[in-house]
T-cell receptor
Framework: AQSVTQLDSQVPVFEEAPVELRCNYSSSVSVYLFWYVQYPNQGLQLLLK??????LVKSINGFEAEFNKSQTSFHLRKPSVHISDTAEYFCAVSVGAAGNKLTFGGGTRVLVKP | GAVVSQHPSRVICKSGTSVKIECRSL??????MFWYRQFPKQSLMLMATSNEGSKATYEQGVEKDKFLINHASLTLSTLTVTSAHPEDSSFYIC????????????FGEGSRLTVL
C-alpha cells in the first residue's frame, strides 16, 4: 500500500514571500503525483500533476512542483505568494493509472499574512 | 473544465434518519466515481469506489450497510447515510473520473452533513 506524508500541517508566510510545502510518498510501485488546493467549505481543485516526462511541473498561477524519485518527494513551491493563496493544500498519489483512487497526505494549511 | 456537482451542499438531520447525497457529472460521463470523507482539519479518506452498473467497492473499515452507494447512471452516483448518528457528521466529497483508468478526476464541492 502507498502512503503520503506532508511534513508541515501549517505554514504561515508573509505576502510576496516564497513558500515550500513538503510531500513525501511511499510506494512499492510507480506512482502518479498530484497537488490539490481546497478553499474553506469547498471541494478540491487540481493544482498540478506529474504523470511522466519532465520532473518539473508548473501550474498557471505560479506554483511548481518537482518529482524526485530518489527522495520519493514531490514538494510544491511558489516564489511569491498572494493573500488569495491562503488555503489547504493536499498532496496525493495514485498507482496503476492516473485516474485510479487517490491516497491523500494529511494536508498543509497555508496562511498568507499581509 | 469539467464540472461535478454535489447536492445538497449542507444538510442537517436528526439522529436515526437517512440522508442521500447526490454526485453528478454535468458535462461528461463517469463510469467511476469515488466517495471521500473529511473530518474537520483532516485529510480525505476514501470510503468507496462507485462503478456504474455494479456494486461499489468499499474500503476496509467502511460499513457498506450504513453507507449505501448507488451508481445507476453514467452521470449520477448517490451516497445514502442510513440511520445517521452524530459521529457520521462530516464533509463528504465525491470525485468523478472522466474517461477510462487514465482519465482525470474532478471533485465536487462537497456536502456537509450535521447529525443532531
Amino acid at each position: 500500500a502507498q502512503s503520503v506524508t506532508q511534513l508541515d500541517s501549517q505554514v504561515p508566510v508573509f505576502e510576496e514571500a516564497p513558500v515550500e510545502l513538503r510531500c513525501n510518498y511511499s510506494s512499492s510501485v510507480s506512482v502518479y503525483l498530484f497537488w490539490y488546493v481546497q478553499y474553506p467549505n469547498q471541494g478540491l481543485q487540481l493544482l498540478l500533476k506529474y504523470l511522466s516526462g519532465s520532473t518539473l511541473v508548473k501550474s498557471i498561477n505560479g506554483f511548481e512542483a518537482e518529482f524526485n524519485k530518489s527522495q520519493t518527494s514531490f514538494h510544491l513551491r511558489k516564489p511569491s505568494v498572494h493573500i488569495s493563496d491562503t488555503a489547504e493544500y493536499f498532496c496525493a498519489v495514485s498507482v496503476g493509472a492516473a485516474g485510479n483512487k487517490l491516497t491523500f497526505g494529511g494536508g498543509t494549511r497555508v496562511l498568507v499574512k499581509p | 473544465g469539467a464540472v461535478v456537482s454535489q447536492h445538497p451542499s449542507r444538510v442537517i438531520c436528526k439522529s436515526g434518519t437517512s440522508v442521500k447525497i447526490e454526485c453528478r457529472s454535468l458535462d461528461f460521463q463517469a463510469t467511476t466515481m469515488f466517495w471521500y470523507r473529511q473530518f474537520p482539519k483532516q485529510s480525505l479518506m476514501l470510503m468507496a469506489t462507485s462503478n456504474e452498473g455494479s456494486k461499489a467497492t468499499y474500503e476496509q473499515g467502511v460499513e457498506k450497510d450504513k453507507f449505501l452507494i448507488n451508481h445507476a447512471s453514467l452521470t449520477l452516483s448517490t451516497l445514502t447515510v442510513t440511520s445517521a448518528h452524530p459521529e457520521d457528521s462530516s464533509f463528504y466529497i465525491c470525485s468523478a473520473r472522466a474517461g477510462g483508468a487514465s482519465g482525470e478526476l474532478f471533485f465536487g464541492e462537497g456536502s456537509r452533513l450535521t447529525v443532531l
